[in-house]
């Protein structure tokens, strides 16, 4: 079972992300923090086959969410994708800087999202 | 293996029984190949031993006071009471079909996490180790006529069958 | 690993615009709750921005950054839904503060007023919207010319911000983690010739929220918390190190005094300029840029004067009327409950130890000592028991709103007019409690809506006025909550029911059952009416699960109906789910816990007289019969208990009654229902567990469902 985390503090915003991950292969679980120290309390424990989390949450943002995971050596080769408002060169390059493996901006085309996710899972089996 | 010692050695803190496996198995297998290993914690059920896929347990607890639910199925031992959390408790040697038998000292109920955020307890006869297999070593278990079962794992000599949870707590009917 | 990616929208307005619209329906709903919530939250803030210019003007970051990103939240979510007046507000409005927080617009009254007015602009498109399910034409004009004011007015100060950063100290990898916001406030204490420090700290994973929140704490007063940045810990799995990039006035050794320095280090990376102020008071540095361009803390004549230059009345006054409350977190809530119940626990383990001392005469005075303590602890508990539960208790109002805003839609579909009616709207229930009664409750009245009442032609046929009525009204019986939901159409036909019910094998063919019982049976998973499921009377959730639900919550549901004349489903719910009173009583070797707001009185059985009848037991309570029913067989425990030696809990519930025999009476105690958790569903007259203060659990009595079964068996008598 692939399990997914997505790390998004706007309740709307988590459904449509959820709702665009629906149907994809394989049975698939998907776990939702509603703020990054939600996500801090269940890295510890569970690991994921990938993340997704926003930039702009109240308590830690997305990027260093993301900094923490490449810093765990459970979560270090989990696939990151990041979702965010930020649209700006700069701020696109600083997410995969800090070793997102996707950068999407808001709004996003579920599709994309989709695909995204679906390559990123298969690209992880496939290094078995 | 590891020696189930000191697997009991760390069973009497509170400590997260997936580092503690996880850290066990590392010391025993230093220096091997990155490939994808599974982790498997081998609990003894009657004449036989069974693995339990390490991701899905929570933690390894010593045998509490069960309380008994009036009017369930004989596979489940009853409740515990775990740190506020109430869980059920299930027999596993009930729900395979194994003859029944009275707890002991070494009897264990590990914690696991169901789908869909359940969780409960199966109660095993004793905990034996944790065993990491190469893929390889993981076949399907075909021939068998097992319910609960759907992959063995080669160890030592022979083979040991890796419980498939979600077909051994199945929807709770029976 | 895949190569990185990066996608941009395709289309201002969301190249998935269109899928998301296609279930507009039930998101937009969401998104209107989500909006009203943060437009609360803006307004709350808003408020607290004009306390804070009144008071010293200076401004806290934190305060504007908040406001940003609630506007920015806002402009995203509408977006989304293409609702352009709403996303470009927005925009604006989020524009103006984003000037603030990076320190391109001052914060001066007239900027202020315009933020009012935008949020005011704001609740009225979003509440029209909410309505009505469209933006109402008033806002939307005045909307367009706020933002056509807001084009001309606001003229931002230049930028004053640095190409680079320049931090020499900080490890790279913080710095990579800092957004843009971040760095600015990096940059400006470099400016103002702040100390900037690092704090590493290592917390426990399941207090790191409070350590954090200590620590901040600490800092708030003299400076300011630009970055958290979290590592996992090397050595241990239940440790997470956190990295605090910090502001502040105030030397590691004076930090140090008001932290916790055990689990804290702290690294000066930028010793701060000279003339900076070595001890500033609190003030955090206010948004306003450079020093010449500061602002100032203006004197009410001043701002009168600006409010007259821009020609607007100031709207200072129309934010100032939030209700007092605040909305809380349903999880804290949850926390808080949590607490307590372990509070009590620890506090009934004590009170043994209490007892035990007191007993023994060695340790009488220590015991007798302590239990006076013990006492006041007692009394402060309950009194903190009670304030918590009173938090989570929120009247129904809000449900009767929902089901007001369902039937306007379903008058829409089904074409259809009804006249609703809703009474005691401040009846009080557990938050969580109402929020799992919406889908419960909007079922029936759908159903009622839908199925129950007639067509107008059929009304008058049947001498009734041409449009139905269903009418919900709540009220407090003891420790429930009755809600009775009532319509006066077509009622349920009895033998209808009973044929399909024996159709369907619930029912023999020959079994006698009272009209009641009969109409009881909707409730039974194999009648529900799923082959008549219409678009509207929900997604095909039949009247099991609503039972299934409701009882979930330790309610109760009941109908009752007369053909012709209409149909009332009663629903009989418990105050709270939290923690409750509950008699502990002894079953052979096991015990029971009994919530005492279902217990009516407890007897000894020895001295009652019990009458025999078939194969059950009566006895004689004060002239009334009270059906007995003996637990220990009833559960399928050993007793041989004498009748002589037993007790009777008599159980109420509504008007139904019945009397357990149990073994013991054990006393009460506070408990905490858990729900009980494992691959086992549903255990029939059990509603859950606790765990007494001996680590042992204890198993909850499902007093409904005992005593409906119960009254049911009764009927067919």
């Given at each position: ?128 | ?174 | ?536 009377s929900g997604r095909g959730v039949g009247m099991d699960v609503v039972r299934s639900n409701l009882a979930a919550l330790g309610g109760l549901v009941e109908v009752s109906s007369r053909r012709g004349l209409g149909t009332t489903i009663t629903i009989t719910l418990p105050i709270t789910l939290a923690i409750i009173q509950a008699l502990i ?133």
């Amino acid at each position: 079972m692939k399990r997914i985390l997505i790390v998004e503090d706007s309740a709307t915003m988590r459904s449509l992300i959820v709702a665009s991950l629906e149907n994809l292969a394989g049975p698939v679980k998907i776990v939702e923090a509603k703020s990054g120290f939600e996500a801090l309390r269940l890295l510890p424990r569970e690991t994921f086959d990938l993340v997704v989390t926003d930039i702009n949450m109240p308590d830690i943002n997305g990027l260093e969410l993301a900094s923490f995971l490449k810093s765990s050596e459970k979560h270090a080769s989990t696939p990151l994708v990041i979702v965010s408002t930020e649209g700006a060169e700069r701020d696109i390059q600083k997410g995969l800087g800090i070793g997102a493996d996707a950068y999407l901006v808001k709004p996003f085309d579920p599709e994309a999202l989709r695909q995204i996710v679906l390559d990123l899972l298969a690209g992880r089996a496939q290094e078995r | 293996m590891t020696s189930p010692e000191v697997i009991e050695e760390h069973a009497g803190k509170a400590a997260d029984w997936v580092g503690v496996a996880r850290e066990a198995s590392h010391a025993f297998v230093a220096g091997a190949a990155v490939e994808e290993r599974r982790e498997l914690v081998i609990v003894q059920l009657a004449a036989g031993e069974y693995a339990i896929p390490v991701e899905r347990i929570r933690e390894i607890v010593r045998l509490a006071k069960v309380t008994r639910i009036p009017r369930t199925p004989d596979w489940l031992v009853g409740v515990v009471a775990l740190r506020g959390e109430i869980l059920e408790v299930v027999d596993l040697r009930r729900r395979l079909g194994l003859p029944a038998t009275e707890a002991t000292r070494a009897s264990r109920i590990v914690v696991i996490h169901g789908d869909d955020d359940g969780v409960a307890g199966l109660l095993v006869d004793s905990v034996k180790g944790v065993l990491r297999a190469r893929e390889r070593d993981v076949v399907p278990a075909q021939g068998h006529d097992f319910r609960s079962v759907v992959e063995l794992v080669r160890s030592g000599m022979g083979f040991v069958s890796i419980l498939d949870l979600d077909r051994v707590l199945g929807a709770g009917d029976e | 690993m895949a190569a990185p990616r990066a996608r941009k929208p395709g289309k201002k307005t969301g190249a998935g615009g269109s899928r998301e619209r296609a279930e507009t329906a039930r998101d937009g709903r969401e998104f209107v709750a989500e909006a009203e919530e943060i437009l609360e939250q803006m307004s709350g803030d808003l408020c607290l921005l004009h306390e804070q210019r009144h008071a010293d003007g200076d401004v806290d970051p934190e305060l504007v950054h908040r406001l940003f990103r609630s506007a920015h939240t806002l402009k995203g979510l509408a977006g989304l839904f293409g609702l352009d007046p709403i996303s470009r507000l927005a925009h604006r409005f989020e524009d103006i503060l984003d000037g603030l927080r990076l320190g391109r617009i001052d914060l001066r009254a007239r900027v202020v007023g315009m933020l009012d007015e935008g949020a005011a602009t704001l609740l009225e498109l979003i509440s029209g919207f909410g309505r009505q399910a469209e933006l109402p034409e008033a806002a939307m004009a005045r909307a367009e010319h706020y933002l056509a004011e807001l084009e001309q007015s606001l003229a931002p100060s230049p930028s004053d911000a640095l190409d680079g950063l320049d931090a020499p100290g900080i490890d790279p990898t913080l710095l990579r983690a800092l957004t843009e916001y971040e760095e600015h406030r990096l940059r400006e204490n470099l400016q103002r010739g702040r100390p900037i420090v690092l704090i590493d700290a290592t917390f426990d994973l399941t207090s790191f929220e409070d350590g954090l929140t200590e620590i901040s704490a600490a800092v708030r007063e003299s400076g300011e918390i630009i970055s958290t940045l979290p590592s996992a810990s090397a050595s241990a799995e239940r440790k997470i190190c956190f990295t605090l990039l910090v502001a502040t006035n105030l030397a590691p050794e004076q930090l140090g005094r008001r932290i916790d320095q055990s689990n804290c280090a702290f690294r000066v990376v930028h010793t701060g300029r000279i003339d900076a102020p070595a001890n500033a008071p609190a003030a955090p540095p206010s948004p306003g840029g450079t020093d010449g361009e500061k602002a100032e803390t203006l004197r009410p004549a001043d701002e009168l004067a600006e409010a007259s230059q821009s020609g607007e009345p100031t709207k200072i006054e129309s934010l100032r009327s939030i209700s007092g409350s605040v909305r809380v977190d349903i999880a804290k809530l949850d926390l808080l409950m949590n607490l307590v119940g372990e509070l009590v626990s620890h506090r009934n383990a004590l009170a043994g130890i209490v007892a035990r001392l007191t007993a023994d005469s060695r340790n009488a005075r220590i015991g007798a000592d302590l239990a006076k303590v013990q006492k006041l602890l007692d009394r402060r508990l309950r009194q903190l028991q009670a304030g918590v539960l009173d938090v989570r208790m929120v009247p129904l109002r809000q449900v009767f709103e929902k089901l007001s805003r369902v039937v306007r839609r379903l008058r829409v579909d089904l074409g259809k007019e009804v006249a609703l009616e809703f009474a005691g709207g401040d009846t009080e229930l557990d938050k969580l409690i109402v929020e799992q009664l919406v889908d419960p409750l909007v079922h029936v009245v759908r159903n009622a809506f839908d199925h129950a009442l007639e067509s107008p032609d059929e009304r008058e046929a049947a001498g009734k006025p041409p449009i139905g009525r269903i009418r919900v009204a709540a009220f407090q019986r003891g420790n429930h909550v009755v809600l009775e939901v009532g319509d006066d159409g077509r009622g349920m036909d009895v033998e209808a029911i009973r044929s399909k019910a024996v159709s369907r094998g619930l029912v023999g063919a020959q079994e006698v059952l009272s009209e009641r019982e009969v109409l009881n049976l909707v409730f039974e998973a194999g009648l529900s009416t799923r082959d008549e499921v219409s678009e509207t009377s929900g997604r095909g959730v039949g009247m099991d699960v609503v039972r299934s639900n409701l009882a979930a919550l330790g309610g109760l549901v009941e109908v009752s109906s007369r053909r012709g004349l209409g149909t009332t489903i009663t629903i009989t719910l418990p105050i709270t789910l939290a923690i409750i009173q509950a008699l502990i009583v002894r079953v052979g070797d096991e015990r029971y816990a009994i919530p005492l707001g279902s217990v009516r009185e407890t007897l000894r059985a020895g001295e009652q007289p019990v009458l025999h009848s078939e194969d059950k037991e009566i006895l004689n309570l004060r002239g009334s019969p009270l059906l007995l029913k003996n637990l220990a067989y009833e559960f399928g425990i050993e007793s041989d208990c004498e009748r002589e030696r037993q007790f009777v809990v008599v159980l109420g519930m509504g008007e139904h009654r019945l009397g357990l025999v149990v073994d013991g009476l054990e006393g009460q105690q506070d408990i905490v229902i858990k729900p009980i958790k494992g691959p086992l569903q549903t255990i029939h007259g059990i509603a859950g567990a606790t765990e007494l203060g001996d680590r042992v659990a204890v198993l909850v009595v499902d007093v409904s469902a005992l005593v409906l079964e119960t009254a049911r068996r009764r009927e067919a008598a």
